[in-house]
């Protein structure tokens, strides 16, 4: 059932107070704050019919009315989607040198946790989207090789491979300068990197230990592809703990393990803009008085990574949107330069 004019207002009224205050919010207030042309009976009814639809709840303690999930969603798709206010601007260096993007991306997730005084998480570009520059063939033990990629945006991937006998230290130096000739400037799992592992030229025991190796060209180790900034979680939890959310425990532990964290940013990656999830929509229980507030970064019309917001139901809606929006264009536009 559509609202109607006027209880779009009075919603967007009783969210916009509440978010302010923290207080359930009554007629009297809305009649005596906002100038809706009716009685207080009528602002009243409205807010009953509000509450019929699920998008208010009334504390069994008090007279007003608090937003319910559906609420917030509702105010977000209809009012603050559209807005794009200005915000405190996070300009990067633009001539940060390459080989520091993790200090940016870092740099960029505690002014962000800054700004909107929420948990902000900013996702590394995976090892994938960006073309090698060097790498290392490294015999750490007799049994024991690491190779490590390092690529044109200064991301470095290290895999560790163990062998059931002593490596010949001349067969890691061929394949240190074989990769190297042949796959500069190549991107991880192509079609390139594969006929460079299956070239006619190699010898058995070459063709043996680079076989062996062929993972991390082809499948990075998922620690390095899902590398996470985070920064700001003291003040989540202290906004939590304000709003009276429980559990908090939970929503640590749910930090630590990451999973369903890494959920989230998977599903904001490929968004086309703002990708927004309120209370129930949280994937994991322990989330589910928190709100997740996303947008992709990158260039050329290629998603790289995510910059994103967790923090109460409760939260300033246009103004964490308009930074986060903010943050993920400053971001791209750094990067053009670089990738």
């Known amino acids: 059932m559509p609202l109607t004019a006027r209880q779009e207002q009075v919603l967007r009224a009783v969210i916009e107070e509440y978010i302010a205050g923290g207080a359930p919010v009554g007629s009297r207030l809305l009649s005596e704050r906002f100038h809706f042309g009716v009685a207080a009976s009528t602002i009243r009814n409205d807010l009953a019919e509000l509450e019929d639809m699920g998008m208010l709840a009334h504390p069994h303690t008090s007279a007003g009315r608090v937003p319910t999930d559906a609420g917030y969603r509702h105010y977000v798709d209809s009012v603050v989607a559209e807005r794009r ?122 063709r043996a230990f680079l076989d062996a190796l062929r993972p991390a060209f082809e499948t990075p180790d998922a620690g390095d592809v899902e590398g996470l900034h985070l920064d700001g979680t003291s003040r989540l939890l202290d906004n939590l703990s304000r709003a ?39 994937p994991s229980p322990s989330l589910q008085e928190c709100s997740f507030v996303a947008s992709p970064y990158g260039v050329a019309n290629r998603s790289l990574g995510t910059v994103s917001v967790i923090g109460p139901t409760r939260m300033d809606y246009p103004g964490v949107i308009a930074a986060v929006r903010a943050t993920a264009d400053d971001l791209s536009s750094y990067l053009e330069d670089i990738w």
């Open 85 to 206: 206010e200005g915000t405190p601007a996070i300009m990067l260096e633009r001539d940060r040198a390459a080989s520091e993007i993790d200090d940016a991306l870092r740099e960029t997730a505690e002014a962000l946790s800054r700004v909107t005084e929420l948990l902000a998480v900013v996702s590394a570009p995976a090892v994938t989207t960006s073309s090698l520059r060097h790498i290392e063939i490294l015999v750490l033990q007799p049994r024991l090789v690491m190779v490590v990629l390092i690529t044109t945006s200064g991301q470095v991937s290290k895999r560790v491979f163990p062998f059931g006998e002593a490596v010949d230290e001349g067969l890691a130096d061929f394949a240190r300068v074989y990769l190297n000739e042949r796959l500069m400037g190549a991107q991880l799992g192509t079609r390139r990197v594969a006929a460079v592992f299956e070239s006619a030229d190699l010898r058995p025991r070459e």
């Open 244 to 282: 009276g959310v429980g559990h908090l425990n939970e929503v640590l532990q749910m930090l630590e393990e990451r999973y369903h964290l890494l959920e989230l940013l998977a599903g904001a990656l490929h968004e086309d803009g703002i990708y927004l999830r309120i209370g129930h929509e949280m």
